[in-house]
C-alpha cells in the first residue's frame, strides 16, 4: 500500500490531535482537517502515533539458521510489533565478521523491504575472542556498521576488548558487550539465588554481569571511548552505570522488555520459554531495572529477539536453549510494565524505543521527530485495546515466547516504513496483497 495516505485523528505521542499526510515516502503534512485529492484516508481517532520503533538487539538467524528465524520473517515480526528499522546480532552461521557477511545481511533486509536492517558487525572473528574481526572495512562497507557486538559471547578478555573500544573510535563506533564473565557462569541454568537453591540448578549469579560491567566502563573512560551494555539484569548493573554516568563516561544501557516484567519465581514451572540469557531475575531486579530506565540510567528498550524452534524449547530445562521472541510483544510489555504503571509516558516510550536507539547506532532517518519533511516512519498504537497475546500474534517463524497465554494492553494498528503501510489495522500489508 503506497501512494498518498491520510491519516486522521492521530495523538503525536499521545498528545495533540493531528491529521497526517504522507506522499513519496515523507511526512508531507500535519494539522487538523486536512485534505488532499487523490490520497487514501484512513480512520485513526484516538490512536498514538510514535515514531517508527527501532530495536538495537535483533537476532534474525539468516545466513545459517533458517528454521529459526529469516531476515524476510524477522522483518515481518518486526513491523507487526510497530518497528521501522532493527539492528541484527552477527551471531549467525557465517559470524557477521567480514564486510561481505554485512552486506550480504543488508541485501537481505532490503529485498524483505519491511523494515531497516542494520548489521551489526563481530567484534572478534568468529565471536571467539581472539582477535579482531575487520571493523574498519565493515565501518567503511555499504553496510556503514557502527555498532560492534559478540552477543551470545562476552568479550571476556580485556585487552581484545581495549583494542576494540580504541578501534571503533576512529568512525564513532561502539561497542556493545554482552556483560557475562564465562567462568563464573559456566554450567549456569538460571539466576543464582533463593529459588535456584530450591530447585537444585546451577546458579548464574548477578556478580558474573556486574564483574564485567565494572571492568568495561572503566576500560571505556581510559580510552575515551563508546560503550554500549546489552540487557542489563541486575540491580547492581544499574548501580554501576548510574556511578559511571554521574563520572561522565560514554555509556549507554539497554533492558529487554522481559527483565521488566518477569522474575525467577517463573522457572519452578519448568517451561523453557522462560529460559533465557541473561536469566530473569529477582523482584527487587524487576524493579531496579524499571527505576532505571525511568530516571534515565537505562538509555532504552531493546528486545533480545531470539527466535528457537519448537524442538529447541520443548524439551527439558537443562537441555533447552536460552532466548524469547520479543519483537512483536515489545511495545505492549513496555505499556504494562512502565506506562500503566506512571514510570514513563509515551513521549518516553518515543525516546526509549526509537529516538534514542537509532542515536546510539548512529542510524540516520530513524527515531526523527514526527513532522513535515521528516521521512515516514512511525507505527499508530492503540492505547485503549487489551488482549491474550495468542500465537495469532506471532508474525516470525518461531513460537518461544514467555506471553502466550497472557492478557497484554495496548495493539499495534498500524506500521509505515519509508512512506508505504506494513501493518495495516493490525494485519501485515504483505499479507493483504
Ligand atoms: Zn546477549
Redesign the pocket.
Known amino acids: 500500500m503506497s501512494g498518498t495516505l491520510l491519516f486522521r485523528g492521530v495523538r503525536l505521542e499521545g498528545g495533540p490531535v493531528t491529521d497526517i499526510i504522507v506522499a513519496d515516502g515523507t511526512i508531507a503534512e500535519t494539522g487538523t482537517a486536512l485534505s488532499r485529492a487523490g490520497a487514501r484516508q484512513i480512520d485513526a481517532d484516538g490512536l498514538i502515533a510514535l515514531p517508527g520503533l527501532v530495536d538495537l ?1 535483533t537476532h534474525l538467524r539468516e545466513p545459517g539458521y533458517e528454521a529459526s528465524e529469516t531476515v524476510l520473517t524477522g522483518s515481518r515480526a518486526a513491523a507487526a510489533g510497530g518497528y521501522t528499522a532493527v539492528f541484527a ?1 552477527p551471531n549467525t552461521s557465517p559470524v557477521a565478521d567480514t564486510a561481505g557477511v554485512v552486506e550480504q545481511e543488508l541485501a537481505l533486509g532490503d529485498a524483505a523491504g519491511l523494515v531497516t536492517v542494520q548489521p551489526i558487525g563481530a567484534v572478534t572473528v568468529g565471536q571467539k575472542g581472539e582477535r579482531l574481526a575487520e571493523l574498519g572495512a565493515m565501518a567503511a562497507s555499504r553496510a556503514r556498521v557502527r555498532v560492534f557486538s559478540d ?2 559471547f562476552c568479550v571476556w578478555d580485556p585487552l581484545i576488548m581495549r583494542r576494540a573500544l580504541e578501534y571503533v573510535k576512529s568512525f564513532d563506533g561502539v561497542i556493545a558487550q ?1 556483560a ?1 564473565d564465562p567462568r563464573l557462569t559456566e554450567g549456569a541454568q538460571m539466576n543464582e539465588g533463593r529459588v535456584s537453591a530450591e530447585l537444585g540448578l546451577a546458579g548464574w549469579p548477578a556478580v558474573a554481569e556486574e564483574a564485567i560491567i565494572a571492568r568495561d566502563v572503566l576500560l571505556a573512560e581510559h580510552v575515551g571511548s563508546r560503550l554500549h551494555v ?2 542489563l539484569s541486575t540491580a547492581g548493573s544499574v548501580d554501576l552505570i548510574r556511578w559511571a554516568k554521574r563520572r561522565g563516561i560514554a555509556v549507554t544501557a539497554e533492558v529487554t522488555p522481559h527483565h521488566l516484567i518477569l522474575t525467577d519465581e517463573l522457572v519452578r514451572g519448568y517451561d523453557a520459554r522462560y529460559k533465557v ?2 536469566p530473569l531475575r529477582r523482584d527487587e531486579d524487576v524493579r531496579a531495572l524499571r527505576e532505571g530506565l525511568a530516571d534515565g540510567t537505562i538509555d532504552i528498550v531493546a528486545t ?1 529477539h531470539a527466535p528457537h524452534p519448537d524442538e529447541a524449547k520443548s524439551c527439558e530445562w537443562q537441555s533447552a536453549a536460552n532466548g524469547m521472541v520479543g519483537l512483536e510483544s515489545a511495545l505492549r510489555v513496555v505499556h504494562a510494565a512502565m506506562v500503566e504503571t506512571g514510570l514513563l509516558d509515551w513521549p518516553d516510550v518515543a525516546r526509549v524505543m526509537s529516538r534514542t536507539p537509532a542515536r546510539i547506532g548512529r542510524l540516520s532517518g530513524h527515531g526523527r521527530p514526527l513532522a513535515e519533511g521528516e521521512p515516514a516512519e512511525f507505527t499508530l498504537y492503540d492505547d485503549s485495546a487489551s488482549g491474550v497475546f495468542g500465537e495469532a500474534d506471532l508474525r516470525g517463524r518461531s513460537r518461544n515466547s514467555p506471553y502466550l497465554g497472557r492478557s497484554l494492553p495496548g495493539r499495534v494498528r498500524w506500521t509505515v516504513h519509508g512512506g508505504r503501510v506494513t501493518v495495516a489495522d493490525g494485519e501485515l500489508a504483505e499479507a493483504l496483497t
Open positions: 538487539h546480532m552477543d551470545g554482552h557475562q546489552c540487557h540469557n541473561p533480545d
